[in-house]
């Protein structure tokens, strides 16, 4: 049995051959999509601005350890490939980066590493 892990990964790519109906689609939609909407999820969550040139998505994915931050990285293209092609929204190569949360070190603001006062 291999140990399970959650990464955090973002897909990033670029708007490429949208159709004027695809791009008006987006631009209403725009308000949903900004600074406010970034967070990391199973499905997905899109962010994106006005200028409609590039996009981010942020993802949850849990897979195992052994497999490491690759796999998580190309199954979050793979959702995130997914997810375009359903919309009919056309882009260009996507780019990920992941983060394995579960071997991430924190380092909390203000805790004290000596005895000292």
Same mark, same amino acid.
């Given at each position: ?19 004027? !109906?695809? *791009? =008006?689609?987006? #631009? ?5 999509? &900004? ?5 990391? @999820? ?34 979050? !293209?793979? *959702? =995130?490939?997914? #997810? ?5 929204? &056309? ?5 990920? @980066? ?20």
């Amino acid at each position: 049995m291999s140990t399970q892990h959650t990464y955090r990964v973002i897909v990033r790519g670029t708007w490429d051959g949208l159709t004027d !109906e695809a *791009r =008006a689609r987006l #631009l209403s939609e725009v308000d949903l999509h &900004g600074l406010s909407a970034m967070q990391f @999820t199973e499905e997905g969550s899109l962010t994106y601005d006005r200028v409609l040139k590039h996009f981010s998505f942020r993802f949850v994915v849990v897979s195992d350890a052994g497999d490491g931050e690759e796999m998580a990285s190309a199954i979050a !293209e793979d *959702r =995130a490939g997914t #997810l375009l092609r359903e919309q009919g929204y &056309g882009h260009g190569e996507l780019r990920s @980066t992941a983060t394995d949360m579960d071997t991430m070190k924190i380092n909390y603001k203000g805790r004290r590493t000596s005895g000292a006062a």
